[in-house]
């Protein structure tokens, strides 16, 4: 079966006027740098379109969805052949600036999760157990969410329920998840005595596998993300708790509000990042740790080394506003 070869002139209206136009329009306006981009899918189809440089990745992925090329609903990658793959982390991102040239050769592959990035309203009302606290999408399109009191939920690509579990007892007060590249399933949690833990659980069974421990081992873990074979906590313990007393009270104040970094595979402590407030949740991507530090109301952007990147908000405290 031979591929489907189809040629069009697509541009976004918000950088055009006079309507669409027509495929003579590339040479008649070289001047606004018109692309000829063929897009390929694994199934063997072919499309050729005509995009403007400064087209942004967001305008792009919604003409593969007028296309037919792609879901909107769902995920995907694409590969720019013999570049690598398009980094979709910022949707502003012109075409060009991702390395788009005339002539070039964009591979879509289509994926079953969600593409979240393109939510702009609420679309499903999930109704859950009492109190839930974390969220997780997984590669296959599952949607775990976990619960103050220990139940996990897990939901298909519909969002219906097909799974209900129990976590153990001494993984108490879940927060934050992540399924770990082996499918076990990381979360910050309590260990039931005051101490905070990251626990790693089979995602089948539910049953607890292992555990990380900071070297302080008592106060709170709301946050936890993992990345380059890491897991990050966020970690808050009060001069109060009486395992945390060392004597050291610049000591103390230093640990106290920290985010705490695990070797996954070993389950040691390897390091902490400190300078924060109260930092809470955390999330890895494209090799930056952000993490939500509730107490400067702001989010801190690192490097998984914790080098400091760039600094989001830091507007006044609760109750300081004007």
Same mark, same amino acid.
């Given at each position: 079966?031979? =591929?489907?070869?189809?040629?069009?002139?697509?541009?976004?209206?918000?950088?055009?006027?006079?309507?669409? =136009?027509?495929?003579?329009?590339? #040479?008649?306006?070289?001047?606004?740098?018109?692309? #000829?981009?063929?897009?390929?899918?694994?199934?063997?189809?072919?499309?050729?379109?005509?995009?403007?440089?400064?087209?942004?990745?967001?305008?792009?992925?919604?003409?593969?969805?007028?296309?037919?090329?792609?879901?909107?609903?769902?995920?995907?990658?694409?590969?720019?052949?013999?570049?690598?793959?398009?980094?979709?982390?910022?949707?502003?991102?012109?075409?060009?600036?991702?390395?788009?040239?005339?002539?070039?050769?964009? *591979?879509?592959?289509?994926?079953?999760? !969600?593409?979240?990035? %393109?939510?702009?309203?609420?679309? !499903?009302?999930?109704?859950? #157990?009492?109190?839930?606290?974390?969220?997780?999408?997984?590669?296959?399109?599952?949607?775990?969410?976990?619960?103050?009191?220990?139940?996990?939920?897990?939901?298909?690509?519909?969002?219906?329920?097909?799974?209900?579990?129990?976590? =153990?007892?001494?993984?108490?007060?879940?927060?934050? $998840?992540?399924?770990?590249?082996?499918?076990?399933?990381?979360?910050?949690? &309590?260990? &039931?005595?005051?101490?905070?833990?990251?626990?790693?659980?089979?995602?089948?069974?539910?049953?607890?596998?292992?555990? $990380?421990?900071?070297?302080?081992?008592?106060?709170?873990?709301?946050?936890?993300?993992?990345?380059?074979? %890491?897991?990050?906590?966020? !970690?808050?313990?009060?001069?109060?708790?009486?395992?945390?007393?060392?004597?050291?009270?610049?000591?103390?104040?230093?640990?106290?509000?920290?985010?705490?970094?695990?070797?996954?595979?070993?389950?040691?402590?390897?390091? *902490?990042?400190? &300078?924060?407030?109260?930092?809470?949740?955390?999330?890895?991507?494209?090799?930056?740790?952000?993490?939500?530090?509730? &107490?400067?109301?702001?989010?801190?952007?690192?490097?998984?080394?914790?080098? =400091?990147?760039?600094?989001?908000?830091?507007?006044?405290?609760?109750?300081?506003?004007?």
């Amino acid at each position: 079966m031979e =591929p489907v070869k189809e040629t069009t002139s697509v541009l976004p209206e918000t950088t055009t006027t006079g309507g669409s =136009p027509t495929g003579d329009d590339k #040479e008649a306006n070289g001047s606004k740098g018109i692309m #000829e981009v063929k897009i390929m899918r694994l199934s063997g189809e072919e499309l050729t379109l005509n995009v403007l440089e400064d087209c942004t990745l967001k305008d792009f992925k919604s003409l593969l969805v007028k296309h037919s090329i792609i879901d909107e609903a769902l995920g995907m990658e694409l590969l720019l052949v013999g570049v690598a793959r398009i980094n979709q982390q910022k949707l502003s991102s012109t075409m060009s600036q991702l390395g788009v040239r005339d002539g070039s050769c964009i *591979t879509v592959i289509k994926q079953r999760v !969600h593409d979240y990035s %393109r939510i702009a309203k609420l679309d !499903h009302l999930v109704k859950s #157990e009492k109190w839930p606290q974390g969220v997780l999408t997984t590669e296959d399109g599952l949607f775990y969410v976990c619960h103050f009191q220990g139940e996990v939920l897990v939901l298909n690509q519909e969002l219906e329920n097909v799974r209900k579990a129990l976590l =153990p007892r001494e993984v108490s007060n879940p927060s934050q $998840m992540a399924m770990a590249p082996n499918g076990d399933l990381v979360l910050a949690c &309590g260990d &039931g005595r005051g101490g905070a833990v990251v626990a790693v659980v089979d995602s089948k069974t539910m049953e607890a596998k292992r555990w $990380m421990r900071p070297k302080v081992t008592s106060g709170r873990g709301l946050g936890m993300a993992m990345g380059g074979g %890491r897991v990050y906590l966020s !970690h808050c313990w009060t001069t109060g708790d009486s395992a945390a007393r060392t004597g050291d009270s610049a000591a103390r104040e230093k640990r106290s509000k920290s985010v705490v970094v695990f070797d996954f595979e070993t389950g040691e402590q390897v390091t *902490t990042f400190d &300078g924060f407030q109260h930092p809470c949740g955390l999330c890895v991507t494209d090799d930056r740790l952000f993490v939500a530090d509730r &107490g400067a109301n702001e989010v801190r952007v690192l490097d998984l080394e914790g080098n =400091p990147l760039d600094t989001i908000g830091g507007g006044p405290a609760i109750g300081e506003a004007g």
